[in-house]
């Protein structure tokens, strides 16, 4: 069980382009979902929060306008990149858990690369 | 949130126990212990978590010292697919910190 799947596993898109990222909880209900991007060789860096029917908090230093995060069901999250650029090229991975204390659960990520 | 500390890196031989330490100092009453590990290029994985009791699940053990101030994570018979970067973290949003990489040898 608590199974989270992300799609797309990866992609390339040229610059300009806006790009969407798709987080599901497949067997679980959802209230909190993060999203996450990770530069090689680096830790995971927490981009934003989700909870399930308000507006994302972002973590400070993250564009809210270029990251598009929306939660509109307990088992769907999304993150559109906009107007992408090759410096926002990154894995992104989105995590989601039931309750404050339940574990987070992750996706598998998604490579995102920007010609 | 609690800041936490760990050792960059470890190795271990295979069918050894390996154990992994976490410092989290400034934990508060109410934070639980979590662990995770990434493998190469993937989604991180939960591994186990806990708030005083030493826990233990069909993946490792996790002791907590009593004044919840450390932690260590043990992998009773490491494999090579455990080769990972281990995560500590206080709280389950984790704002994480470098981990752990474990390279179990042959």
């Known amino acids: 069980g608590a199974v989270v799947s992300q799609h797309p596993s990866w992609v390339i898109c040229k610059s300009g382009t806006s790009v969407k990222i798709e987080c599901r909880s497949l067997?679980?209900?959802?209230?909190?979902m993060f999203w996450y991007r990770q530069f090689p060789k680096q830790s995971l860096m927490l981009m934003a929060t989700?909870?399930?029917?308000?507006?994302?908090?972002?973590e400070q230093g993250v564009e809210k306008d270029k990251f598009l995060i929306n939660h509109a069901s307990l088992t769907l999250s999304t993150l559109t990149v906009t107007s992408a650029h090759p410096e926002d090229s990154s894995f992104y991975i989105c995590?989601?858990?039931?309750?404050?204390?339940?574990?987070?659960?992750f996706g598998n990520g998604t490579r995102l690369t920007v010609t | 949130d609690a800041k936490t500390t760990q050792p960059t890196s470890m190795d271990c031989a295979e069918g050894r126990a390996a154990n992994l330490p976490c410092n989290h100092s400034?934990?508060?009453?109410?934070?639980?212990v979590y662990w995770y590990r990434q493998i190469h290029s993937q989604g991180p994985q939960y591994i186990i978590h806990?708030?005083?009791n030493n826990e233990t699940n069909e993946m490792a053990s996790l002791i907590i010292t009593e004044d919840r101030k450390s932690s260590t994570l043990i992998l009773p018979h490491a494999t090579l697919r455990d080769t990972a970067v281990y995560f500590c973290?206080?709280?389950?949003?984790?704002?994480f910190g470098t981990g752990t990489l474990l390279a179990v040898q042959p």
């Open positions: 995590s989601a858990r039931t309750d404050a204390n339940s574990p987070l659960h």
């Open positions: 067997d679980f209900q959802a209230t909190t």
């Open positions: 989700s909870n399930e029917g308000s507006k994302a908090t972002y």
């Open positions: 400034t934990i508060s009453g109410n934070e639980y």
């Open positions: 806990g708030l005083k």
């Open positions: 973290g206080a709280t389950n949003k984790l704002i």
